[in-house]
Protein backbone atom coordinates (compact mmCIF):
# COMPACT_ATOMS: atom_id res chain seq x y z
CA UNK A 1 0.00 0.00 0.00
CA UNK A 2 1.17 3.13 -0.61
CA UNK A 3 1.87 5.55 1.98
CA UNK A 4 3.21 9.36 2.45
CA UNK A 5 3.12 10.50 5.95
CA UNK A 6 3.91 14.16 6.56
CA UNK A 7 5.48 15.69 9.35
CA UNK A 8 7.04 18.60 10.76
CA UNK A 9 4.53 21.32 10.74
CA UNK A 10 3.43 23.70 13.77
CA UNK A 11 3.62 27.40 14.77
CA UNK A 12 6.03 29.97 14.04
CA UNK A 13 6.57 33.31 14.29
CA UNK A 14 7.13 35.04 11.07
CA UNK A 15 11.16 35.12 9.89
CA UNK A 16 10.92 31.68 11.25
CA UNK A 17 12.01 28.47 10.12
CA UNK A 18 10.61 24.92 9.77
CA UNK A 19 11.63 21.19 7.89
CA UNK A 20 9.06 19.22 6.85
CA UNK A 21 9.33 15.60 6.00
CA UNK A 22 7.31 13.22 3.88
CA UNK A 23 8.52 9.66 4.34
CA UNK A 24 7.30 7.34 1.98
CA UNK A 25 6.67 3.63 1.85
CA UNK A 26 4.41 0.78 -0.85
CA UNK A 27 6.67 1.75 -3.31
CA UNK A 28 9.84 2.34 -5.18
CA UNK A 29 10.78 5.52 -3.84
CA UNK A 30 13.07 6.64 -6.39
CA UNK A 31 11.54 5.80 -9.18
CA UNK A 32 8.57 8.40 -8.89
CA UNK A 33 8.81 12.32 -8.46
CA UNK A 34 7.84 13.84 -5.32
CA UNK A 35 5.79 16.79 -4.65
CA UNK A 36 4.67 19.59 -1.78
CA UNK A 37 1.49 21.63 -2.49
CA UNK A 38 -0.11 23.53 0.41
CA UNK A 39 -3.83 24.82 1.07
CA UNK A 40 -4.90 27.87 2.74
CA UNK A 41 -8.71 28.19 3.82
CA UNK A 42 -10.95 29.61 1.39
CA UNK A 43 -8.01 28.76 -0.87
CA UNK A 44 -7.33 26.54 -4.02
CA UNK A 45 -4.77 24.00 -3.67
CA UNK A 46 -1.23 25.05 -5.23
CA UNK A 47 2.08 23.74 -5.59
CA UNK A 48 5.08 24.89 -3.75
CA UNK A 49 7.93 22.54 -4.85
CA UNK A 50 8.42 19.28 -6.95
CA UNK A 51 11.36 17.37 -7.10
CA UNK A 52 12.18 14.96 -9.82
CA UNK A 53 12.64 10.94 -9.18
CA UNK A 54 16.60 11.70 -9.83
CA UNK A 55 16.83 14.77 -8.03
CA UNK A 56 17.75 16.47 -10.79
CA UNK A 57 15.17 18.67 -11.60
CA UNK A 58 13.12 21.02 -8.66
CA UNK A 59 10.17 23.21 -9.18
CA UNK A 60 9.41 26.69 -6.70
CA UNK A 61 6.73 28.46 -6.67
CA UNK A 62 7.01 32.19 -7.03
CA UNK A 63 5.95 32.56 -4.08
CA UNK A 64 8.32 30.79 -2.03
CA UNK A 65 11.29 31.04 -4.46
CA UNK A 66 15.01 31.93 -2.25
CA UNK A 67 13.33 30.74 1.09
CA UNK A 68 12.20 26.98 0.85
CA UNK A 69 14.62 24.33 0.06
CA UNK A 70 12.89 20.69 -1.04
CA UNK A 71 15.55 17.77 -1.09
CA UNK A 72 15.07 14.06 -1.29
CA UNK A 73 17.08 10.94 0.82
CA UNK A 74 16.69 8.35 -1.29
CA UNK A 75 18.16 5.72 1.18
CA UNK A 76 15.44 7.23 3.58
CA UNK A 77 12.51 7.04 1.54
CA UNK A 78 12.05 11.00 2.81
CA UNK A 79 11.40 14.31 1.21
CA UNK A 80 12.39 17.26 2.75
CA UNK A 81 10.83 21.07 2.31
CA UNK A 82 13.33 23.35 4.70
CA UNK A 83 11.70 26.38 4.72
CA UNK A 84 12.91 29.90 5.76
CA UNK A 85 12.08 33.46 6.57
CA UNK A 86 7.89 32.28 6.87
CA UNK A 87 5.88 34.65 6.48
CA UNK A 88 1.98 34.52 7.77
CA UNK A 89 0.62 34.08 3.78
CA UNK A 90 2.81 30.73 4.44
CA UNK A 91 0.21 29.62 6.71
CA UNK A 92 -1.62 26.51 5.03
CA UNK A 93 -2.09 22.66 5.35
CA UNK A 94 1.11 21.39 3.82
CA UNK A 95 0.75 18.19 1.72
CA UNK A 96 3.23 15.86 -0.33
CA UNK A 97 1.88 13.46 -3.33
CA UNK A 98 3.76 11.37 -5.78
CA UNK A 99 4.03 11.28 -9.98
CA UNK A 100 5.05 9.27 -12.18
CA UNK A 101 7.03 11.55 -13.88
CA UNK A 102 8.08 15.22 -13.54
CA UNK A 103 6.22 17.81 -14.90
CA UNK A 104 7.75 20.83 -12.30
CA UNK A 105 4.22 20.59 -10.11
CA UNK A 106 1.32 19.48 -12.50
CA UNK A 107 -1.10 18.81 -9.51
CA UNK A 108 -2.90 16.26 -12.04
CA UNK A 109 0.05 14.88 -12.47
CA UNK A 110 -0.09 13.73 -8.38
CA UNK A 111 -1.54 11.72 -6.42
CA UNK A 112 -1.33 9.49 -3.13
CA UNK A 113 -1.63 12.32 -1.36
CA UNK A 114 -0.64 11.99 2.62
CA UNK A 115 -3.11 13.49 5.52
CA UNK A 116 -1.34 16.79 5.78
CA UNK A 117 0.26 19.16 8.10
CA UNK A 118 -0.56 22.67 9.29
CA UNK A 119 1.71 25.07 9.13
CA UNK A 120 0.81 28.53 10.97
CA UNK A 121 3.12 31.42 10.97
CA UNK A 122 2.18 34.32 13.17
CA UNK A 123 2.80 37.68 12.73
Known amino acids: EVQLVESGGGLVQAGGSLTLSCAAS????????IGWFRQAPGKEREGVSCVSDSDDRTYYADSVKGRFAISRDNAKNTVYLQMNSLKPEDTAVYYC????????????????WGQGTQVTVSS
Open 26 to 33: GFTFNDYA
Open 97 to 112: ALSNYYRECRQDDYDH
